[in-house]
């Protein structure tokens, strides 16, 4: 790979690679005999005129259901896919109930079919591409493969297609599908006020991202930069804190002379051990108005009244912070463990020798060392943070919440807490839509800055 | 110098008793809560620490009738298992591709996955809960459908697995095929066995995983109290029933199943470590 391509290229590439595709289609017709041509009708019809019973029952298999879903099913949905329906549920003038359209259905199964025609037409290739080399095979003289090597190839040299075929099926159906749908909905007004069947929902264009952008009148904007604001910060804070006291930890315990060192790790890590519901839950309890800590502040005189920990933005937002420390500084602290043993002892007896004093030791030999080697898992931490539902969710649910703040949304609210809000709470789904995209596009630009800054990142093997 | 470093050492042991305090804290509250008798001194939230009154009570509740905690237990116990069988195999069979063989669009399917990584979630969750609708896998088919939606999507989280696999040298490989082993024979007869360590790892974070997801679980059981897990089920009773006296309730639950994911961790301590350390050194 090496150098970049410049996108101008990559285009011209890519045309000239389909002009090629398209010329070789073009050769494998007028060159092929007559069992390759109707393979162009009739997928399969040449590999089983040839023996390769496996290859065309697959082939003419996939294109029979193929075709059956698309136009027995897909195409009702298709044809509406511009306007996602025009008629809902209602009734009829003589009082029976009209089922109408229903976006929601249009929408997904116009994607799916779209999808299932993708795929009839790279089989279809596949299928051409079958014919032409058995053909050139038995021109030249030689066997084709039989059915047992072609079944034995997919525990062999195929194998990565069985290993990978229900993975990427699972994937589609569950990840690649759904955000496709929702990155249209983006684009709809699919919300409380469109729910299909009785409300179809339609195409809006731009409308929602004006909206989540607008400042003014019934914009999200600055609730938007509010929560997209505290978002980073908390992820910056929620990273490299724990990372360094993490570290801290770590090096705490991996000094000579501490003894039962197995005994301190098992204590921190029961935070990971113990299922996050349950202690955030208390924890989180533990702080509120009436909790454990306010009481006994209270009972032993420090003060009066209740410290507001859940319902002051700022202390929320601290207490927040500080609560994730307890969480993930086990975490980082194992981590920690490991790599720390991995630096050669004598660096730190030259330095000692040189009259270095823990501090000058640890900024200039642990602390790159350890940067270097985790520099990538900083990052996934830091898309992880930036993501992190369940602190967030189980301690505030994003309160507290003001008149300021619009689309329900608090001053904890992270971006995923505010859309797993719009989503259950105000069933504003345009706007969790919008609200995701604009998470991937966060992560997506963090990721890239990060990875054109940090050398460890780009080789996939250079840090061994 | 002894001196000093003496010193040194005991504010480091004061420090780690301080830190211990402060990690062990919450846990010996939780425990005793649990233990507040719901007869004499109701199950709310109260501003002490030590019950006046020890009893069972509230861990009896668990157990009657009226309560659903053993079916929500039943419930999490029967999805963690198949989950964390089917999610090992999936992560297995893409690791094992993806690290050992190379074949066409090896790269861009990993770029892909990689940049459907970065979407969140939870913006996914109402198509997915009208795809299990249409399978009719909510509600009363809560536990296949949330089976089917771990699973389904659990190849992404090839990373450490496959992490674990480059490092095994090729060499292995190309001795076995050379002796006319299959592909398949390699995976079979040769990685699994040598890979204990990340088969147990993965297992154990794909069962650990279900016990805290609230959010897919409440949302595919819409209301439909015998498909929850102990999560949501958990979770409400903090935060909708606090003042029926639920409290102490939800501390007893959390304990029962805290302990028994608690103890199985700290066993299989050694595999999670190694696991996440070869992870955020790879990447």
Not at chain 1, 23 to 31: N, P
Not at chain 1, 315 to 344: C, D, E, F, Q, S
Request: with cysteine.
């Amino acid at each position: 790979m090496g150098e970049k391509k410049t996108i101008g290229r990559q285009i011209a590439e890519a045309f000239g690679w389909l002009g090629a595709d398209l010329k070789d289609i073009g050769t494998t017709f007028a060159q092929g005999d007559f069992r390759t041509r109707i393979s162009y009708l009739i997928m399969g019809f040449g590999q089983i005129l040839r023996g390769q019973f496996v290859r065309g029952i697959a082939m003419l298999a996939s294109q029979g259901l193929l075709l059956y879903f698309i136009f027995g099913f897909g195409m009702q949905y298709l044809k509406d896919i511009t306007t996602l329906g025009t008629s809902g549920r209602g009734f009829n003038p003589d009082g029976t109930v009209s089922y109408g359209d229903n976006s929601f259905f249009i929408l997904l199964y116009s994607l799916l079919t779209i999808f299932a025609i993708a795929a009839l037409i790279l089989l279809w290739r596949i299928n051409l591409y079958h014919n032409r080399d058995a053909q050139r095979l038995l021109a030249a003289g030689k066997k084709l493969p039989s059915n047992r090597q072609d079944l034995h190839s997919l525990l062999d040299h195929n194998f990565d297609k069985t290993l990978l075929a229900l993975p990427c099926l699972g994937i589609f159906v569950f990840t690649v599908l759904p955000i496709i749908f929702m990155i249209c909905v983006a684009f709809t007004n699919y919300d409380y006020n469109h729910q299909p069947p009785s409300q179809l929902f339609t195409w809006v264009g731009l409308e929602n991202f004006k909206n989540l952008f607008s400042m003014g009148g019934d914009g999200y904007g600055s609730t938007f930069f509010t929560v997209l604001g505290w978002t980073l910060i908390w992820s910056f804070f929620a990273t490299f804190l724990n990372y360094f006291l993490g570290m801290a930890v770590a090096i705490l315990i991996n000094q000579k002379g501490i003894k039962f060192k197995k005994l301190w790790r098992t204590i921190l890590v029961m935070t990971i051990a113990v299922p996050q519901f349950v202690s955030l839950l208390y924890v989180g309890k533990m702080f509120a108005a009436d909790g454990l800590v306010n009481s006994y502040l209270i009972k032993w005189g420090f003060i009066t009244r209740a410290i507001p920990f859940w319902t002051n933005p700022l202390y929320a937002r601290i207490l927040i912070i500080v609560i994730n420390l307890w969480v993930g500084i086990p975490y980082i602290m194992l981590i920690a463990t490991g790599l720390l043993m991995n630096i050669p002892e004598d660096l730190y007896e030259s330095a000692k020798i040189d009259g270095a004093n823990p501090f000058q030791m640890f900024f200039s030999i642990t602390l790159p060392y350890m940067l270097f080697v985790t520099g990538p898992f900083l990052l996934t931490q830091f898309i992880g943070n930036l993501n992190n539902f369940n602190v967030i969710y189980l301690l505030t649910q994003g309160k507290p919440q003001s008149m300021s703040l619009k689309g329900g949304a608090g001053y904890t609210d992270l971006l995923v807490t505010w859309l797993y809000k719009m989503t259950v709470n105000d069933t504003d789904y345009k706007t969790a839509a919008v609200i995701g995209i604009m998470v991937f596009v966060v992560t997506a630009v963090i990721s890239l800055i990060v990875y054109n800054v940090l050398p460890s990142v780009k080789d996939e093997e250079g840090f061994q | 110098m002894t001196k000093k470093k003496r010193i040194g050492l005991t504010i480091s042991y004061i420090v780690l008793i301080l830190i211990s305090i402060i990690w062990l804290f919450p846990f010996f509250c939780l425990v005793l809560q649990s233990f507040r008798s719901y007869q004499t001194e109701f199950g709310g939230m109260v501003n002490y620490l030590v019950p006046k009154q020890f009893s069972l009570d509230s861990y009896k509740f668990l157990f009657t009738e009226g309560s659903q905690f053993t079916r929500w237990y039943a419930n999490t116990f029967v999805i963690a298992c198949v989950v964390s069988v089917l999610q090992t195999v999936v992560v297995i069979c893409v690791s094992y591709a993806l690290s050992r063989m190379r074949f066409a669009g090896r790269k861009l399917l990993m770029n892909i996955w990689l940049v459907l990584g970065m979407f969140p979630g939870f913006l996914t969750m109402i198509c997915l809960y009208f795809l299990l609708k249409q399978m009719g896998l909510t509600q009363d088919g809560a536990v296949p459908g949330l089976i089917l939606i771990y699973v389904a999507s659990s190849g992404m989280g090839y990373y450490v697995c496959k992490g674990y696999f480059d490092t095994m040298p090729k060499a292995l490989d190309e001795a076995a095929r050379i002796d006319g082993a299959s592909r398949f024979q390699i995976l079979y007869q040769m990685i699994i066995p040598l890979s204990k360590p990340i088969i147990i790892y993965t297992m154990l974070v794909s069962f650990m995983a279900p016990w805290c997801d609230f959010v897919f679980a409440s949302y595919v059981a819409f209301g439909k109290s015998d498909s929850y897990n102990v999560a949501v089920a958990l979770q409400r009773w903090v935060w909708t029933n606090d003042y029926q006296g639920y409290f102490t309730r939800f501390c007893a639950g959390g304990i029962l199943v805290a302990v028994p994911v608690t103890l199985l961790f700290m066993f299989l301590q050694k595999y999670y470590v190694e696991g996440v350390t070869g992870g955020a050194v790879k990447g």
